[in-house]
């Protein structure tokens, strides 16, 4: 999580599985790109782009 992560929003990502060294990909994007559906372990994770932006992430090609 960043560092200036409200506590709840951070634990609450962490509870759903959002946890270091987890592998995320982006499903599918809204049409006005908010908000975004993800791909974490073995089910799909919708988050608004305010709450996405507190998970901190490395891209890997």
């Known amino acids: 999580m960043t560092a200036d992560a409200p506590p709840a929003v951070a634990r609450r990502l962490e509870d759903l599985g959002l946890t ?7 499903v599918r994007r809204a049409p006005l790109r908010d908000p975004v559906v993800y791909r974490v372990k073995d089910y799909e994770l919708c988050l608004r782009r305010a709450q996405a932006a507190c998970v901190l992430a490395l891209e890997i090609a």
């Open 20 to 26: 270091s060294g987890t592998t995320v990909d982006v």
